[in-house]
């Protein structure tokens, strides 16, 4: 079962930002099930991974669409990616190096950060985007 299930009310209006999300939410998901299978730390860190580096890839891009709108609250934006993408990573490395980490702190931070982000903060830009024509 899915920790996470994405729906419409996720939708920020934006096809491209919306179908990236559904992909963070497959990876979220598959983390949490490789957790609940009981893999490896070694496992987890390279799901970890590909979390981090797809997060890295939609954060890229929905903030070159924000600029592209000249959208004001872009750097506010910006700053709470670089502060999401310096947590995971330290997730990462605290499971690669079997530091004190807990896979299941790790999968709740991630799911409940994305919720909250795309409910509130990346809501927030839709209006602005679309009115700049990005759909």
């Known amino acids: 079962m899915d920790l996470v299930t994405w729906d419409k009310s ?8 919306d179908a990236e999300h559904r992909k963070l939410f497959f990876l979220l998901n598959a983390l949490h099930e490789a957790m609940k299978a009981g893999h490896s730390r070694a496992i987890l860190a390279g799901t970890v991974h590909d979390l981090e580096k797809y997060t890295e890839t939609h954060f890229r891009a929905e903030e070159a669409l924000m600029q592209r709108a000249q959208y004001p609250k ?3 934006h910006r700053l709470e990616h670089q502060k999401f993408v310096a947590q ?4 990462r490395h ?3 190096t079997g530091g004190t980490c807990d896979p299941n702190a790790v999968v709740m931070f991630v799911g409940d950060w994305l919720a909250k982000h795309i409910m509130q903060t990346d809501k927030m830009y839709s209006n ?3 009115s700049h024509g990005i759909n």
């Open 10 to 17: 996720y939708s920020v209006s934006v096809e491209c930002c």
């Open 74 to 76: 872009l750097p506010e």
């Open 88 to 91: 995971v990573k330290q997730f």
């Open 94 to 96: 605290d499971l690669e």
């Open 128 to 130: 602005h985007l679309n």
